[in-house]
């Protein structure tokens, strides 16, 4: 079955440390991946994606992420935290199989301490 | 900036009631979504819309859920009678190209609570 893993339910960072937030996938063919972000109440806002080309892609908010084939990964970063990005962040993919159906990651908790 | 309205935010529900959750798409897109999320559980594709017919859905989108266009704004979604597990969150989104290359702009969600 395809899937998205997000195995960390919690990342703590202290501000201004770099942080990684760590997705990885199983689905076929060649998908295409994204981020999304959740704050308290609201909807999910799209961060970043990957389609196609250079494997470190950047986002709003400072966000980046680095995309790896042959480890199926697609890894959430920032060089600088920030006490304001706290939220809740979702790894999504759509298998190249599907034209319109996104498969999620259960999301992480993204902790920034002053 | 342009932003997908749902409504209402928290409706609550006796079981077998009809429910219907509506949305308003950003007004220039042309595809349109519902998710779900249980309560502690990932994110669940339900369907996707796109010029007035199901263009994909999953199997959770059985016949008691319908899903329509009425007047061109709204999009909404029709769940005939009710059971506990629909309870959730349910999240309507829409893209302006359905290649799937473009990323989805989500509402703020409808929460179903079904007592």
């Known amino acids: 079955a395809q899937s998205v893993a997000q195995p960390e339910d919690q990342v703590n960072v202290a501000e201004g440390n770099p942080l990684t937030v760590k997705c990885t996938y199983s689905v076929s063919g060649n998908p295409y991946l994204f981020w999304y972000v959740q704050y308290p109440n609201r909807g999910l806002q799209f961060l970043l994606k990957y389609i196609t080309g250079d494997n470190l892609v950047k986002g709003s908010y400072g966000f980046e992420a680095e995309f790896n084939k042959s480890q199926t990964s697609f890894h959430l970063k920032k060089p600088s935290a920030l006490v304001s990005d706290s939220a809740l962040y979702f790894c999504?993919?759509?298998?190249?199989?599907?034209?319109?159906?996104?498969?999620w990651g259960a999301g992480t908790k993204l902790i920034i301490k002053p | 900036e342009p932003e997908v309205t749902q409504t209402p935010s928290h409706q609550v529900t006796q079981m077998g009631q009809e429910v219907i959750l509506r949305c308003v798409p950003i007004?220039?897109?042309?595809?349109f979504y519902w998710y779900r999320q249980i309560l502690g559980q990932k994110v669940e594709f339900l369907v996707s819309?796109?010029?007035?017919?199901?263009?994909?859905k999953s199997e959770i989108f059985d016949d008691q859920f319908s899903v329509e266009r009425p007047d061109g704004s709204n999009f909404t979604l029709k769940i005939r009678s009710t059971k506990l597990e629909d309870s959730a969150m349910y999240f309507c989104?829409?893209?302006?190209?359905?290649?799937?290359?473009?990323?989805?702009?989500f509402g703020e969600g409808s929460r179903l609570t079904v007592l």
């Open positions: 989104a829409s893209t302006l190209t359905g290649r799937g290359t473009g990323e989805l702009f």
């Open positions: 819309f796109y010029n007035n017919e199901i263009s994909e």
């Open positions: 999504a993919v759509r298998p190249s199989d599907s034209n319109y159906q996104l498969i």
């Open positions: 007004s220039n897109h042309l595809y």
